[in-house]
């Protein structure tokens, strides 16, 4: 199969407009069942009723891991959001309706958040063993309904089509406490724009009924989980900072 330029590049994957669908295909370096999980876990979150693009199939093309996917015409909000801050309140309540929706979903068939985050702990970069494990402890400490997680909740990840707000890139759902779904997105946030991090913040509080203490319990944890991501554009020294102030050496 041949495939034009990518419509889109991230840190794992490159996405293709091809024949009408979606292809979205896998850097090389990643285990070799990355694109099944993925697929696994999108499927599921199509089954229970979310607003997600169909799977069609999981494959290889050109001898790596893809997905071929239902195509979803439309912007993302994040590009709407940026183009028009004037309507930012409007857009963002969308999103924090949406992903109230997905916490509403109680479920034990994803793998558990608290699994995922004791391995990114493990393997953070910058903090030392006494920190990692009283970050493992805290979590370990911690009480919550599980519920459905997105993991990487963002108006990037949603889609402004013509039929509705569909949600994209589910590599890194789980089943635990929406709470540290939702610090999740405004570490985020936060990271580049800090206007729309404080709008968020605001909003999901409003319409969830939880405070920022609340939610930001899980600080420290997914401060320093994100620390084992290696992402180029995040800044780590923020991190480290937060991690610092509730685990000093």
């Excluded at 195509?71 to 309540?93: A, F, P, R």
């Excluded at 759902?173 to 404080?198: F, I, M, P, T």
């Amino acid at each position: 199969m041949t495939l034009e330029a990518p419509i889109a590049s991230g840190n794992t994957a490159d996405i293709y407009l091809h024949e009408g669908k979606i292809i979205k295909l896998f850097k090389e370096f990643l285990p070799d069942n990355e694109a099944e999980q993925e697929a696994s876990k999108q499927s599921l979150a199509y089954s229970m009723g979310l607003p997600v693009p169909c799977v069609y199939e999981v494959t290889k093309i050109n001898g790596q891991q893809a997905i071929i996917m239902e195509l979803v015409k439309g912007k993302s909000i994040g590009s709407i959001i940026l183009n028009d801050m004037t309507k930012s309140e409007q857009h963002m309540c969308l999103c924090v309706d949406m992903q109230l929706k997905i916490h509403g979903v109680k479920t034990d068939k994803f793998v558990l958040m608290s699994d995922k985050l004791k391995s990114q702990l493990k393997r953070a970069f910058g903090i030392s063993d006494k920190q990692k494990n009283t970050l493992i402890d805290k979590l370990n400490s911690l009480s919550y309904e599980i519920r459905l997680c997105h993991g990487d909740y963002h108006v990037n990840n949603l889609i402004l089509g013509e039929t509705g707000t569909f949600i994209i890139d589910w590599v890194d759902a789980s089943a635990g406490d929406a709470r540290a779904d939702v610090y999740r997105s405004y570490l985020l946030y936060s990271q580049h724009h800090a206007e729309l991090a404080n709008l968020y913040l605001r909003l999901y509080c409003e319409k969830s009924g939880l405070s920022q203490t609340d939610i930001f319990v899980w600080e420290p944890i997914i401060a320093g989980a994100r620390l084992s991501e290696n992402v180029a554009s995040e800044n780590a020294n923020r991190l480290l900072a937060i991690v610092a102030k509730y685990c000093p050496e």
